[in-house]
């Protein structure tokens, strides 16, 4: 029972994870795409800058929007990571449970044991990837 149980519970961690790579794939591929139409978009407005002004300046404008461009994106990044995050992280989570662990050790059967690793296992996962930040 408790074997059945336990590949139960991988099989559906296994299939969730490869969803999410999957998606995950299928992301990234739109955002090369983002990338490219972005990188075509900035050529086509150096372009049209060069007839306004020196080819030089018109690279330099282009470069210090990129500047800014990045420095938003690295200002909306450090303030996300101050942000306080809520839920444990499963690092945490796992150092914690250690010395409650060789207790039970010593009082409960290996194979329950085993079974309820995997369940807490799971569930961590499960919480981690259903995680909306």
């Not at 080819?55 to 942000?83: D, E, H, K």
Request: aromatic residues 4%; glycine residues 10%.
């Amino acid at each position: 029972m408790w074997r059945a149980l336990t590949a139960f519970i991988m099989l559906d961690a296994g299939r969730e994870v490869r969803h999410r790579v999957g998606t995950m794939g299928i992301i990234g591929a739109a955002g090369i795409c983002g990338m490219l139409a972005m990188l075509f978009a900035l050529q086509a407005a150096q372009r049209q800058l060069e007839r306004m002004m020196s080819p030089p300046m018109a690279s330099l404008t282009v470069a210090a929007g990129l500047l800014v461009l990045a420095s938003l994106i690295l200002l909306v990044a450090w303030l996300r990571q101050r942000r306080n995050r809520t839920g444990a992280d499963i690092g945490t989570a796992m150092l914690a449970t250690v010395p409650l662990a060789n207790a039970v050790v010593q009082r409960i059967n290996p194979q329950v044991l085993i079974a309820a690793a995997v369940l807490a296992g799971a569930t961590m996962i499960g919480n981690r990837l259903g995680r909306k930040d």
